[in-house]
């Protein structure tokens, strides 16, 4: 699939901090050192409605994540997937009655303007799970001949006996562990799993669905987890940076994937860290589409509502922390953006040097963003109060907002 297009990071004088972030793992922070390229997986979207706060703000995480180490003077490699075919998705087909590839066609290419307007940088691998069907075969089938899965009425499960890291990741108790895997897509309690918690790789054709040749596996259609698993593999391999996603993805879908890559390959850790961002609300219970309860960056769009202005919002907010979206969060960004573009559209001002070493140690503080925010809400201060000589200033200010925050003033 084709990604969409990448804004411009302008280069920073000197150079950023590595960056330290919470790793989900091991319940602390780690600090990051990658190689000259840093290698990072992000969990896409179900396309079977539009890209809501929800979504922006995780997505808004993980771009940070890439602007500290492009700062860092790192190229990045990101590889992110769409999850094309899946049951929620095709549960929405029929309830509008349309055909499931016209609605993630459309949902995805609404996703590539939204990410596109609020500046997130693009993934250079975005990939479909079907597109991603020939690849994950072969593992299914690698698992199944190495006894790390069973077949069950024709469906294939994943043992997670398996392997031996296996809830290291979210470091779960196994009754919690088997309330999020009822909830978020497993099957703990269908008769003749082996253990419970055993998610599937591959499902068997059910009638009225799509299915693809699975070869030895039979025609069927992939498991979630193994899908981000193929992709991850074939476009990162093992060790990678950071494994992203929302919190909603600790458990099952992370620590099955890591599991599941981790029994195909022998190795471990499948990532260095395991970043999750916290969950945005609205009216007091999780943004999801499943529930509707949803404000849309395209309808805010459509109101004329300024992207840059979108995404101020996001920074406001810690990414771990919950937090909800009201308009109030939206009218403090609207005006804070207007207080910025008049603080840098002067010819000169207070000297921006010691700011942008605030925003690179504010970021790489485990994206601490409202302090990055303050700094900046400090120089706009006493660019009104005071002014200043320095006839880079403004321009620095800039150039420093986009490159680290993605926010163009
Ligand atoms: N396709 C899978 C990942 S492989 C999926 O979870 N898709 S999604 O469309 O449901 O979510 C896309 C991303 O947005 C995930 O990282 C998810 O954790 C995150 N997300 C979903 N809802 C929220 C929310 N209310 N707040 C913050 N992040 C959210
Ligand atoms: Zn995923």
Redesign the pocket.
Known sequence: MHAWPASEVPALPGKGRDLRIHDTATGGRVTLAPGPVARIY??????YDAT????A???NAFDLVQRVWLDTKRQVHYVQ???DV?DPLLERAIRDGIDWVGLAERETALFREDMTALRMLPPQHYIGAVEAIPGIIPLVEQLRDSGAAYELEGDIYFSVEADPHFGQVSNYDTQLMRHLSAERGGDPDRPGKKNPLDPMLWMAAREGEPSWDGGSLGPGRPG?HI??VAIALDHLGMGFDVQ??????IFP?HEMGASHAQTLTGEFPMAKAYV??????LHGE????SKGNLVFVSRLRRDGVDPAAIRLALLSHRYRDDWEWTDQVLETAVERLGRWRAAVSRPDGPSADALVEELREALSDDLDTPTALAAVDRWAELQTAEGGTDESAPGLVSRAVDALLGVAL
């Open positions: 992000v969990c896409g979207i179900t396309p809501h706060m929800g979504h703000a995780t997505y997937n769409v999850t899946d979630w899908e981000c992203g996603g929302g919190s909603d993805l879908h999750h961002a916290g969950m945005v609300a999780k943004m999801s589409k």
